[in-house]
């Protein structure tokens, strides 16, 4: 990941209903959940959800997958991940013991 991309991610994630349906589309993996039913979960307008979706989507945070009717929205774990190795990618100038709590905070969700 470069620089603008991260500067895209995490400026999609900079906005209060972005940032709670990223992480309701996290708590709900790996099944993802219909676009209405996230609108609906947060009380947003689904008009207006749509529009934070597309915004999500295109920063590479989440993917969406059509069944029948719906599309089904999914927290993208591979650009998450990304993102986060970015971030870290220089920690405490390569010193691992430093990093390591950092690390362990990470892995009991994974």
């Known amino acids: 990941m470069d ?3 991260a500067i895209v991610a995490l400026g ?3 906005q209060d209903t972005r940032l709670e349906t990223f992480r309701l589309l996290v708590r709900h993996e790996p099944g993802g959940l219909a676009a209405g039913e996230i609108a ?3 009380n947003v307008p689904q ?3 749509s529009a934070h979706l597309g915004v999500l989507a295109r920063a590479g945070l989440v993917r969406s997958e059509r069944h029948g009717r719906s599309i089904v929205y999914r927290a993208d774990l591979d650009g998450v991940r990304a993102l986060m190795l970015f971030l870290v990618k220089d920690c ?3 010193n691992a013991e430093l990093c390591t709590p950092l690390l362990a905070e990470l892995a009991p969700c994974c």
């Open 3 to 5: 620089s603008e991309l």
């Open 12 to 14: 999609a994630l900079a």
């Open 40 to 42: 609906r979960q947060l």
């Open 47 to 49: 008009n207006t959800m």
């Open 92 to 94: 405490c100038a390569g």
